[in-house]
């Protein structure tokens, strides 16, 4: 293999969301009969197991006694956080979303809540799910640049994710998923209570503004998103980051909807 064709490989896994190896040659873990259990001793359902794709597991519901909100919607679970310490530990221990179990940790914020301004994106990638923070990935880098382009920096405005773990694969949050996280990012809107929403990509701008047309379409926009608790805020679509790190011709647009936020704010 040429340093090219290596490098095309490379990228290939990395667009596939393998970000790291985890040894020097690849083994078939499956096929391995000195592991022990279910798996290596029964054939037909090893055969399945490879077959499938890798998805999360799924929730394990909660029975009373082993957990300490079994029974609690998740909704009511939330909506009872009356400041944004708690309700990063009621997720901490909220069992209802399985992506909790192939991510590494919980991404829940960073910034300073009560900004001005609320970034929200899709979920978190492999950078942040190692680092425990959100958009400090490539796609990350370039907000911090788009901040930067307004006079911003992290510390003067507020980033979360709708959906809190890393998708396995960096896949899109399935709409179950998206839903069982869904009153965590409201409530967190709500404490975090920033002036303006701001909403990255499709994800966002449809699981917070009802948008139902492509984002390149709606992107520019001024929505109202209300809250649960009666506000109003005002809310933007805007273009993802990591969508503008594939298609950098796009950035033009993004660079309009970075000043109509400035106008809004008057800075
Ligand atoms: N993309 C997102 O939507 N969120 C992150 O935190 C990183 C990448």
Known sequence: MDPDQAAAALRWWL???????VDETPRNHFADASVPGPLSS????????????????PARRGVD???PFAGIAARELAASATDLATLRSYLETFEECGLKRTATQLVFADGAPG????????????????????????AGQLLDRMLKSIGLDRSQVYIANVVPWRPPG????????TQACLPFIKRQIELASPEILVCLGASAAQTLLGVREGITRARGTWFAYRCDDGRTL??????????????????????????ALVRELRI
């Open 15 to 21: 667009e596939a969301g393998v970000e790291f190896a």
């Open 42 to 57: 029964r054939p037909d359902q090893l055969q399945k197991a490879q077959a499938k794709p890798p998805t999360a597991a």
């Open 65 to 67: 006694g082993e957990q």
């Open 115 to 138: 900004s001005r301004v609320m970034f929200v994106g899709e979920a978190p990638g492999g950078d942040e799910d190692r680092i425990g923070r959100p958009f400090v990935g490539r």
């Open 170 to 177: 960096n896949r899109t949050p399935t709409l179950q998923e």
């Open 234 to 259: 005002r809310a933007l679509a805007m273009l993802h980051p990591a969508y503008l790190l594939r298609q950098p011709g796009q950035k033009r647009q993004a660079w309009a909807d970075l000043r």
